[in-house]
C-alpha cells in the first residue's frame, strides 16, 4: 500500500466519517484498508434495499476479524460503521475511489473478495448485489475474470479458468499483506482457503535432498582428529601408568579432545516475524520439520542438532528442562493464534521456555555438522537484544531473512547494524564476512526489471558506502516455499537453482572460511600436547641414562618449592575473592550515584520521543512506540554506565590487579624452577614459561595477563543482556494494557493525549525499573564470577601443571634408583617405542592438515 497516494480528500473524507480531524501521517494502511472494507460491505448490504438479520450479523463477524475486544481498532470500527452509513460514501464512487487509491492491486482484490463473501451469506449472490461489486470492481481496476474466480469460491463452484485461478492465487499470496498487519495476513490466507484449489501436477520423481559433500569432508576430518586424540590418550596413558609422564597431560588432552568431539558448524536464522525462515529451515534440512503458518509462528529459540536418535528437549528458563514427545514439539515452538493476532509481545514474554532443542538422525544438513539455531521474529520481541546475543555467541554464520517483494523496513535496517556491530566485537564500521542476506518470496516479483529494481535496492543498502556484509556471494535472493516444493518432489526449476546458489555459497563459507580455521586450531591444539609428550619422555629416558641425577638436598629443596607453588595458589584465590568483595562494594556507590540523576537525564530524553501513530486510532501502537523507546533509552543509559563506570573503571582496575599479581606469582615460581633446572640439569622452567604464555588463550575477548577487558566474548556478551535490553523489556512489555485503561477514547487534543500516555509509560516504566534492580545484581554477579573465575581457574591450571612436572620427575628417580641396569635398558626400549607411536600420530595430523588446505 501506497499511503503517499492518499490525497487531501482523502483525508478529509476520512476525518468527515471517523468525526476526528485527522492529517496524512495519521492515514496508516490498516486504517484506510478498514475504511474501504466498512464502505464495500455496506454497500453489498443496502444496494438491494432491505438489509437481512444475517447481513448484519455477518457484517460484525466480518469486522471484528480484525480486531479484538476493547481495542482502539474495534472501537475505529465502529465509528466508521457509523460515518459511512450516515454519509451513504458507498453510493459515491468518486468518495470510493479516492479512499482506494493508496490500494495495491492485491489489496483492492481481497476488499472484493470480502463483498462477494458478504454478498453469499445467505447461500447465494444477490443479482443487485453482484452488479453493485462488479461496478465497484470495474472502477477499481479489477479484471472480470479474477471476479468469476472469486464467485466460483463462495458459491463452491469448480469450473474456473485455470490461468485467472492462478493469478488470483499470485495476487493474494500472503506476503503482500504483511505492511498492512499480521491480522490481514490471516484475512487473505482464510480468503485463499475459500477459493478453488490450484490442481496438483503429477509428480513421479523421488524425493531429494540437497546435497552438502564438502560439509561431510570436514565432517570426516573431525572423525581423523577425534581419531587422533583417543590414540594419542592411549598412549599417554601408557605413559602416565609407567611414571613417564605427569598426569596433568591426559587433563590438558580431554579438554582438547571434548572440544573437537562438540565441534559444530553454528548456523543462526535471523529476521522478522513471517519472513519464511521456517519454511528455508525446511528446505535446507529436506524435510518439513519447522512449524510453518501464514502469521506469526516461531515464538521460541529453536536448535536443530544431530543426535542418534529423534528426540525433543525443552529447556526453561530457571534451569530446568524436560524430554518431550515430538508430537508436542511444534505446539511447543509456536506462538497461538489468538497471540499472534492480538498481543503478540505479551506472549513472548511471559514465556517460560528458554529454548527447544530438536535432535534428528536423518536430516543431512545436521548430519554434515551443522546445528541450526532457529530464532523467533525480532520486530516485536521484547528481549531481542538479548535474543540476538544469544544466537550470535559462537556462531560460524548467520543468514538475515527478508521480504524480496518489498523494501528492507527500518526495524529491518535497525537489526541487520546491529548483528554487524556483533559479529565484529563491537566494532560498528566494518562489514561482516560471516553475514548472509536473503531476499525471500522472490518469486512474488515476477517481471524481470521488478527483480533487478529489488536486487540492486537491496544491494544497495548492505553493500553500499557503508557496507553490512563483505566477501562474494553475501547476497540471495529465492523462493524458500518454491524450493522446498521443489525438493520434496524431487523436480528442479529455477527456484531450486537459486536456492542450491545459495547453499553452495553458504558450504563454500563454512568449510573454506570456518572450516579450515576450526582444524588448524585443533590440529595446534593435539600438536602442543604431543611435543610435551616427547619432551617428557626425553627427560625420562635422561634419567634412566643417569644424566638428571638429584641429590636428597635437592629433592628436600623441590618439595620445598612444591608447598611454595601451592601456597601461591591459594593466595592467587584468596585475593580474588577479597577483590570481588570489593569490585561489588565499588560497583554499588558508582550504581547510587548513577541513579540519583537517571531520572532527569531520562526526562529531557522523552522530550525527543515520537511516533507516527495516532492517539485515538492506533493508541496501542502508540504506547508500544513510547515504551520500546523508554526501553531504549534507560538500555542506553544502563549500558553507559555498565561500560563506562563499571567495566572500563572498577571491573578493569581490580582485574588489573588481580592480574598483576598472577604475573608475579607465576613469575616468582618460574624462577624458583630455573633455578633447580641449572642445579639438575633439566629445562623445565621452560615448559612452565610456554604454560604461562598459553594462559592468554584463556582470555580471549577479556584481555590477557596484564591488560584490559576486550569488547567481545563472554563478558561483553554478559554486559549486553546485563544492560537491560533483555529481562526489563519483559517487564515493560506489560505496560500496554494498564496505559490503555487509563484515558478516555473521544479526545480531540492529540498532543495532549500524547504527552498523558508518555508520562504515565515514563512513571510505570521506572516504577518497573526499580522493582527489576535485583536482577541486575544477579546478572553482575554471574558477570563478575565468570570473569575472575576464569583467570585463577587458568593461573592454578599452570601451577598443577608445574607441581606435576616435578612431582612425576621425583617418582621417576626413585623408581630409577630401585630398578636393575636390565629394567631400565628394557624401559628406555618402551620409550622409544612410545616417541615413535607419538610421532605417528604427529604424521598423520600433517596430512590431516594438507589434506584440508587442499579443500
Known sequence: MDTSLASSKTVELLSQIIGQKLTQKNLT????????????????????GTVAESEKQRLLTTLYRFSIPESDVRK???????????????????????????????????????????????GEIDSSEKKYLEIVAKH???????????????????????????????????????????????AASDMLAVLPAKPEHKITKLHRNVSYGELKKFQEYRTQLDNCCYQLFQIIQDCTNRGFLPHTLIEELGKVSQKIQSQRFRLSVLGEFSQGKSTLLNALLGEEIQPVREIPCSGIVTVLKYGIKKRVVC??????????????????????????????????????IDEIVFEHPDLE??????????????????????????????????????????????????????????????????????????GNFIDLVRSEKGREQVQQRIERFVQGQNPIVAGENRVHFISAQAALDAILRGTEDDYLKAFQHFTQSLEKFLTFDSGRVKIKHSISQINRVIEKGLDG???SKGTLDGKIQISEAEKQKILEK?????????????????????????????????????????????????????????????????????????????DEWGNKKFKEVILQENLKYLDTNIVYELDAIQGEFNSLDQNIRTNFSEELKLSIKGINDDFMGMGGIGGGIGIGGALAAGLIVFTGLGFIAVIV???????????????????????????????????KFDESTDKLSEKLDEIVGSVFEKRVESASRVIAQAIALYENLLEQQEKAHNETLEQREAEKIWIYQKRQELEQVQNRLEIILSKCAIV
Not at 490461468?163 to 490481514?184: C, G, K, P, T
Open 733 to 767: 512489555a506489560s505496560l500496554a494494557a494498564t496505559i490503555a485503561g487509563s484515558f478516555g477514547f473521544g479526545m480531540l487534543d492529540f498532543d495532549g493525549l500524547k504527552d498523558q500516555i508518555k508520562g504515565k509509560v515514563f512513571e510505570l516504566g521506572f516504577q
Open 365 to 438: 544438513l545436521c548430519s554434515s555438522g551443522v546445528e541450526i539455531v532457529d530464532s523467533p521474529g525480532l520486530n516485536e520481541h521484547p528481549e531481542r537484544t538479548a535474543i540476538t546475543q544469544k544466537l550470535l555467541k559462537d556462531t560460524d554464520a548467520v543468514i538475515f531473512l527478508t521480504n524480496a517483494s518489498r523494501s528492507l523496513t527500518q526495524v529491518e535496517r535497525d537489526l541487520l547494524q546491529d548483528v554487524r556491530t556483533q559479529l565484529n566485537h563491537g566494532k560498528e564500521n566494518e562489514p561482516a564476512n560471516n553475514l548472509f542476506i536473503v
Open 140 to 186: 477499481l481496476g479489477i479484471k472480470p475474470q479474477h471476479l468469476v474466480v472469486l464467485e466460483a469460491g463462495f458459491t463452491h463452484q469448480t469450473n474456473v479458468e485455470l490461468i485467472a485461478l492462478d493469478e488470483v492465487h499470485f495476487l493474494l499470496n500472503l506476503a503482500r499483506f504483511q505492511e498492512l498487519d499480521i491480522i490481514f495476513v490471516k
Open 562 to 638: 612444591i608447598g611454595e607453588a601451592s601456597g601461591r595458589d591459594v593466595r592467587i584465590r584468596l585475593l580474588s575473592d577479597q577483590l570481588i568483595d570489593k569490585v561489588f562494594e565499588q560497583a554499588a556507590e558508582s550504581w547510587d550515584k548513577w541513579r540519583e540523576g537517571l531520572s532527569d537525564r531520562m526526562a529531557q530524553k522523552s522530550q525527543y520521543w515520537n511516533s507516527e501513530h495516532n492517539p485515538v486510532l492506533s493508541q496501542d501502537k502508540l504506547i508500544r512506540d513510547y515504551t520500546y523507546q523508554f526501553i531504549r533509552d534507560l538500555s542506553i543509559e544502563i
Open 537 to 539: 619422555l626425553y627427560k
Open 315 to 352: 529447556r526453561y528458563k530457571d534451569g530446568q528442562e524436560e524430554e518431550i514427545p515430538f508430537e508436542q514439539y511444534q505446539l511447543k515452538a509456536t506462538i497461538s493464534e489468538d497471540a499472534a493476532l492480538g498481543c503478540l509481545s505479551d506472549e513472548l514474554a511471559h514465556n517460560e
Open 76 to 122: 475505529l470500527t465502529h465509528l466508521m460503521i457509523k460515518g459511512v452509513k450516515e454519509n451513504q460514501v458507498y453510493k459515491q464512487i468518486n468518495n470510493l475511489l479516492s479512499l482506494a487509491a493508496p490500494l495495491s492491486e492485491s489489496e483492492k482484490l481481497l476488499l472484493i473478495g470480502f463483498g462477494y463473501e458478504m454478498s453469499a451469506v445467505d
Open 29 to 48: 494502511p490498516p486504517v484506510i484498508f478498514l475504511a474501504n472494507l466498512v464502505t464495500v460491505l455496506l454497500g453489498v448490504i443496502f444496494v438491494d
